[in-house]
């Protein structure tokens, strides 16, 4: 159970079902693929994913402030 009294089993399924989709959809695997992913290499991944967007998202900022700059 979770700490507000939910069954911890269906909100941890579907994250992972989640967490499978992202990964499926952003690196060109499957999803059954994406399921053989051990805990370690699902959460490196998942980190990674998460810096390029964050990189992606700085250099969108800069491109947008160098255009209104003139």
Do not use: H, Q, W
Request: one cysteine or more.
């Amino acid at each position: 159970m979770t700490s507000d009294g939910k069954p911890y089993g269906p909100i941890r399924y579907e994250e992972l079902v989640k967490y499978r989709y992202i990964i499926s959809k952003n690196c060109n695997t499957s999803y059954l693929d994406a399921g053989k992913l051990t805990p370690t290499e699902r959460d490196y991944i998942l980190g990674y994913l998460v810096d390029e967007a964050k990189r992606r998202e700085e250099m969108r900022k800069k491109f947008e402030d160098n255009n209104k700059k003139g």
